[in-house]
């Protein structure tokens, strides 16, 4: 069964709005920590963003923000005033106690294209 | 700080040789992945190390792979016998502890022809 789990393909947005992407997760433990990532059209994986599961309170970095439901095991990213370099697959994942913190479970990843 | 480094960016074997992928992870960081990353199958955990220590391998086909840390600034990966379906691209990434975030180099891309 997939662990984390990205519904949504693709996306296309215009320049200079907000989008979504929606990731849920599954894991038994209480103490697990969510992050997305990035991958640019070269190939490289970039660390974005992260949510400790115990913090009530939604990450934010630059125009990257989070929506954290923990009941509904959920982690939106919401990034604002979207710009045309935001164009890339954004992949969530999950590092949980339950494995020992020895993986990063990723998601098939969204594919967000940002148009003029 | 350079990053995650890892050699060579590209590298094609023929079928029934074998490959050496390294990886530099980040100075200090004390886990280090090995990740495999194709279009069908998506971003697959290989193999982890703590402090250097083989961890959890549960992702390595058990055969051909193999994967050391002979000391904190470099490991390996290295497969026997490539075959066609051992072609993506390898990624090595690095976390300074269990609970932070990981960060990943820009991987070698493994063609078996």
């Known amino acids: 069964a997939q662990k984390v789990t990205q519904t949504q393909t693709s996306i296309s947005v215009m320049e200079k709005t907000t989008v979504t992407m929606d990731c849920v997760y599954e894991?038994?433990?209480?103490?697990?920590?969510l992050f997305w990532y990035k991958q640019t059209a070269s190939g490289e994986i970039v660390f974005l963003i992260r949510?400790?599961?115990?913090?009530?309170e939604n990450a934010t970095v630059g125009h990257y923000s989070l929506n954290f439901q923990k009941p509904k095991s959920s982690i939106g990213l919401i990034i604002t005033a979207t710009q045309i370099e935001d164009s890339a697959v954004y992949f969530c994942a999950m590092r949980e106690h339950d494995s020992g913190y020895n993986k990063l479970t990723f998601g098939k990843g969204t594919v967000l294209l940002v148009s003029p | 700080n350079a990053g995650v480094i890892q050699t060579p960016r590209h590298k094609v074997t023929g079928k029934g040789q074998e490959a050496t992928l390294w990886c530099e992870p980040i100075?200090?960081?004390?886990?280090v992945f090995w990740y495999r990353q194709t279009i069908v199958q998506g971003l697959e955990f290989l193999t982890y190390f703590r402090n250097q220590a083989p961890i959890d391998d549960s992702g390595m086909p058990k055969e051909r792979f193999s994967a050391q840390m002979p000391n904190q600034s470099h490991s390996t990966l290295k497969i026997q016998s490539t075959q066609p379906q051992d072609s993506a691209v390898y990624l090595c990434?690095?976390?300074?502890?269990?609970?932070?975030?990981?960060?990943f180099g820009k991987g070698t891309r493994l063609t078996v022809v």
């Open positions: 949510q400790d599961s115990y913090k009530k």
């Open positions: 990434a690095s976390s300074l502890a269990e609970n932070t975030e990981v960060f």
């Open positions: 894991t038994q433990d209480s103490s697990y920590f």
């Open positions: 100075s200090g960081h004390s886990a």
